[in-house]
């Protein structure tokens, strides 16, 4: 064994034994002592290209592994060898007379980058087509239709303000590429809902009709891919594979304004889904005709279907959401209490639902049952802290206080991890908390290029989920902004 994959896979362990704790496990001792037995015989063989080979002694180790630690053995192998690593096993068969070393035979494990894939077989294209998501395969291509379960219809809250844009979508939903809502085009300001109903139309679709390939994406990371297809000369290949989608979802589709060579291919990739009656839905915060710098042959083809506006929640409609979310947390507010949260948020659902988490943590922190008197102390609080300018320089000096660090080193270019892990959660705490784009980020971080902002989001989000440690600087660099 390479001493070098050696030194890694000693460094995924213990960073499993450290994290076995946060398991939702019932009996975390248990776990800690069959983590022993079972990794003891466990040895890496190899890694190529960001593909592990383990040597299991059985089918059954294999089994057990994936049936108990995926998701630590997931973000240790992420933390440790980087995103994309995928998972093979060599598996010990009975020794044949002669060989001095048993037998093995190889399986293929959960990919850690995609529990979920999609496979569809090349047609007249290149056998090794350019898949940019995932490395390019040989026989097949494997597409991960990247839809969040929790944006679902049956999550969604219908009202006045999105009735028709929920009845178009539902159509849709059942006969993609079928109807004459194609494209659908969903419009309306931040938070009211637009990328919810897009995933939620992607799930249906995959529930009732598995067999469509079903792709959403932003536009950042459609216009990112397409740079790089461009600089690898691969864009011929890059156009084939997204004319294999069944359904495609871009999300703020506006952002393709000024990016000319990428309206380009855009262009020729609509006309061709088009024309074979695949689905097509786009969102985005402006109407067709508003967005500026985008070519008019490409607005008129977002006219072709329908355009659906997704207005700001009414009344009733904010009160079925309050009821909603309070539901699927346990929790039973009184008329009156109900009445005044959806008076006070009228701007979009995402600022009305960060409200009601406040409300609850509020009530947790101070241990008092919710009350009109809470309610309104809490709006309070939040409406004083929205008067602090949270910004992106505001951002910067909030974490380099909290690590004791300069800004020119969080500007730096250094892969230090003292100064690059400040670097990923500024980008992280950007994101979530202002408006700016990707590649504004990275511009304020130094000239980051918008992916190095992308893949800092994706690495922080994801090992979060179980490394307590970095928990740990999520909540409390999280309350320093907001203090």
């Known amino acids: ?28 001792k248990k776990l800690e002592h069959s983590f022993d037995l079972l990794f003891d015989r466990v040895q890496p063989m190899s890694l190529i290209n960001h593909n592990l080979t383990l040597l299991v002694p059985s089918d059954f180790y294999k089994e057990y592994i994936e049936e108990n630690y995926l998701s630590l053995l997931s973000a240790a192998l992420k933390k440790n060898i980087g995103k994309g690593v995928k998972l093979w096993y060599s598996v010990m068969e009975n020794k044949p007379h002669g060989l001095e070393k048993p037998a093995t035979q190889n399986y293929k494990g959960i990919s850690v980058q995609a529990p979920k894939v999609q496979e569809v077989l090349p047609t007249s294209v290149s056998k090794n087509l350019v898949n940019p998501f995932v490395v390019p395969g040989i026989k097949k291509v494997n597409i991960d239709a990247n839809l969040n379960p929790n944006l679902s219809f049956d999550n969604f809250v219908e009202g006045e303000s999105n009735k028709f844009a929920y009845t178009v979508a539902k159509t849709i939903a059942k006969r993609p590429g079928a109807t004459s809502f194609n494209p659908l085009f969903i419009h ?31 536009s950042e990371k459609f216009i990112q891919q397409f740079v790089s297809a461009a600089k690898a000369q691969n864009k011929t290949d890059f156009g084939n594979f997204y004319q294999m989608v069944d359904v495609l979802i871009i999300d703020d589709i506006q952002f393709l304004s000024g990016k000319a060579a990428t309206q380009d291919m855009f262009f020729h990739i609509f006309d061709h889904l088009h024309q074979n009656g695949k689905q097509i839905i786009l969102t985005s915060d402006k109407a067709p005709a508003d967005i500026q710098d985008i070519q008019e042959r490409i607005v008129s083809r977002f006219k072709w279907g329908l355009s659906a506006e997704v207005k700001s ?83 910067q000096e909030v974490v380099c206080e909290y690590f004791g660090i300069q800004r020119e080193q969080l500007l730096s270019k250094t892969r230090k991890r003292e100064i690059a892990l400040p670097r990923q959660l500024a980008m992280y705490f950007a994101k979530e908390y202002t408006n700016a784009t990707f590649t504004k980020i990275g511009e304020e971080m130094g000239g980051k290029d918008h992916s190095t902002v992308m893949y800092a989001c994706e690495t922080i989000r994801d090992v979060s989920k179980i490394d307590k440690e970095l928990k740990k600087y999520l909540k409390e660099i999280k309350d320093k902004i907001f203090e």
């Open 188 to 218: 309306g300001g931040v938070g009211v809902g637009k990328t919810h109903l897009a995933h939620a139309i992607g799930l249906d679709i995959k529930q009732n009709l598995p067999d469509k390939v079903v792709l959403y994406l932003s």
């Open 313 to 395: 929640p009414d009344f009733d409609t904010r009160k079925k959401i309050i009821v909603d979310k309070l539901h699927r947390d346990g929790i039973v507010l009184k008329d009156d209490m109900v009445d005044f949260l959806a008076g006070e948020v009228k701007s979009n659902v995402r600022e009305l639902i960060g409200v009601i988490n406040s409300v609850i943590a509020h009530s947790m922190i101070s241990k008092s049952d919710l009350s009109l008197d809470l309610l309104k102390e809490t709006i309070n609080k939040i409406a004083a802290n929205q008067k602090k300018t949270i910004n992106i320089p505001y951002i």
């Open 1 to 28: 064994m390479d001493q070098n994959l050696g030194l890694i896979w000693e460094r995924c362990l213990k960073f499993m034994r450290d994290n076995l704790s946060a398991s939702e496990h019932e009996d975390v």
